[in-house]
């Protein structure tokens, strides 16, 4: 099966830096996602990492160690409306069909 | 906005009663899948359609099945409802190919009493 760790609460203020990490432990692997989720909306497409290293999306940064089973979502300029979920996500193979599990979620709370 | 819509947006239902969620893929994606999100937890994978065959399934029983139809719009259908059937049901639409993001409706939040 698939399993992903992630931590549970992160808090940080407005403006500074924080990094959400994921171990995961999978078969099939084809990458790591990252979605934002905000209380009752959907999650939303951040990033994805096929291959090893760094992705950048204008404030966001993802990044994977395929060696490592690891990556980590990078926030910078952190703004009061990043408040909310973060989910990891391996995308994996299972006969015919690729499917995406999902971490547990970190919460984050940014303070002003 | 991501092109998946999802109706009803909220539902009550009775323990035992039948429900069926719908969902409208983005236009040009044959690939629908279906999560629960229970409060608190991240969404977990009930099961996939591609040109209107089960793909894949997670680890949920019989009493939840799906359909996909021509037009690649799909419907979660839900039996015997327990109360531990109470979630956010949500949809993502993709292309089958593996390096492709997926898109999440705004889910059906369904609460069974």
């Known amino acids: 099966g698939q399993s992903l760790e992630q931590p549970s609460e992160v808090t940080a203020v407005e403006g500074a830096i924080v990094q959400i990490n994921c171990t995961y432990q999978t078969s099939g692997f084809y990458g790591l996602s990252w979605y934002q989720q905000h209380d009752g909306g959907a999650p939303t497409f951040l990033s994805y990492n096929a291959l090893d290293g760094l992705e950048e999306t204008g404030r966001f940064s993802s990044f994977l160690s395929r060696s490592d089973s690891y990556g980590y979502l990078l926030l910078q300029e952190l703004q009061m409306k990043d408040s909310a979920s973060y989910f990891c996500?391996?995308?994996?193979?299972?006969?015919?069909?690729?499917?995406?599990?999902f971490g547990s979620g970190t919460q984050l709370t940014v303070l002003p | 906005e991501t092109g998946v819509t999802q109706s009803p947006t909220h539902l009550i239902k009775t323990r035992g009663q039948q429900v069926t969620l719908r969902c409208s893929s983005q236009s040009g994606h044959n690939t629908v899948s279906w999560y629960q999100q229970a409060l608190g937890q991240g969404p977990q994978f009930i099961f996939q359609y591609y040109r209107e065959e089960e793909n894949g399934r997670g680890n949920f029983p019989p009493r939840f099945s799906g359909l996909q139809f021509p037009n690649y719009s799909s419907e979660l259908n839900v039996n015997a409802l327990e109360l531990d059937d109470s979630a956010l049901y949500l949809c993502a639409s993709s292309l089958r190919a593996p390096n492709t993001e997926a898109f999440f409706g705004q889910g059906t939040r369904l609460t069974v009493v």
């Open positions: 996500a391996v995308r994996f193979s299972s006969g015919s069909a690729r499917q995406l599990t």
